[in-house]
């Protein structure tokens, strides 16, 4: 049905290169599991690996990708050119993750 995790973006053009993200067959959408599935690749990312920074790109005009991203504590960064598209990019850092983590099992 599709696929959702960490992947590399070599040719990223800021500091930090591994993104989150999905791409799901239409007919499973609107059951939550991007967002499921993107939380458990941060857990993993951030507790497993020990990231300090993940970041997630989408087309800006995608809306249901960026708010997966919203849902997830991703902050938004900017919008910009990249690849001769309007690309939106998100960014969440450990700390905030931990923080969100701690504050979800009060
Ligand atoms: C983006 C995608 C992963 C969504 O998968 P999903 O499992 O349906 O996502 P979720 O159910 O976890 O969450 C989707 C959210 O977006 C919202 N949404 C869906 N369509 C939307 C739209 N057109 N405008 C605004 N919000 C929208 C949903 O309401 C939901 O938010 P909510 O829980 O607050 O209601 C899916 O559309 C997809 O795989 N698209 C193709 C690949 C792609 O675009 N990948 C990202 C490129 S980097």
Redesign the pocket.
């Known amino acids: 049905m599709?696929q959702v995790g960490l992947n590399e973006l070599p040719r990223w053009p800021g500091p930090d290169k591994i993104e989150v993200?999905?791409?799901?067959h239409p007919s499973?959408?609107?059951?939550?599991?991007?967002?499921?599935g993107a939380r458990a690749a941060l857990g993993y990312g951030f507790e497993a690996v020990g990231l300090e920074r993940i970041i997630s790109?989408?087309r800006a005009d995608?809306?249901?990708?960026r708010?997966?991203m919203e849902?997830c504590g991703l902050a938004f960064q900017e919008e910009f050119t990249h690849k001769g598209a309007l690309v939106a990019w998100y960014a969440i850092d450990r700390a905030d993750w931990q923080a969100s983590q701690a504050a979800a099992s009060q």
Not at 28 to 36: D, K, N, P, S, Y
């Open positions: 599709g993200g999905w791409d799901l499973v959408w609107g059951r939550g599991l991007a967002t499921e790109t989408a995608n809306a249901a990708s708010r997966v849902k």
